[in-house]
C-alpha cells in the first residue's frame, strides 16, 4: 500500500512526464485491504511553491469509496527543468 501511495501521489501530480523525488510521505492506515478487490485511488495536489509539490491522497474500495483504507500526504519535489533535460533525455512525454 505504500508504494501504491507513493506511486499515485509522488512522481506524476502535475500529470507530467518529470520524475520527482519525494520529500516526504505520511501513510495512515486506517482498515485492511481486502483482498481480490478492486481499488479506488484518489490523489489531489493540495499545494505548490515553485518546484514543491504538496499532495493528499486516500485509497478505499470501489464498492465502499466513503471508508478510506488509506490516506496519504506527500511532499514531492519536480527536477530542475535543465537538469532534467540533461538526466532524461530520451524520455519523451505521455
Do not use: C
Not at 24 to 53: C, M, N, W
Not at 55 to 80: C, M, Q, Y
Amino acid at each position: 500500500m505504500a508504494a501504491t501511495a507513493n506511486r499515485f501521489n509522488g512522481p506524476r501530480p502535475r500529470g507530467s512526464w518529470d520524475a520527482g523525488l519525494t520529500v516526504s510521505l505520511q501513510i495512515r492506515y486506517h482498515r485492511p485491504a481486502p483482498l481480490e478487490t478492486p481499488l479506488r485511488i484518489l490523489a489531489r495536489v493540495t499545494g505548490t511553491a515553485d518546484r514543491k509539490i504538496s499532495v493528499s491522497g486516500s485509497i478505499t474500495s470501489r464498492a465502499t469509496h466513503e471508508t478510506n483504507l488509506v490516506t496519504a500526504d506527500g511532499a514531492f519535489l519536480g527536477p530542475d527543468p535543465h537538469r532534467a533535460r540533461a538526466l532524461f533525455s530520451g524520455m519523451q512525454p505521455s
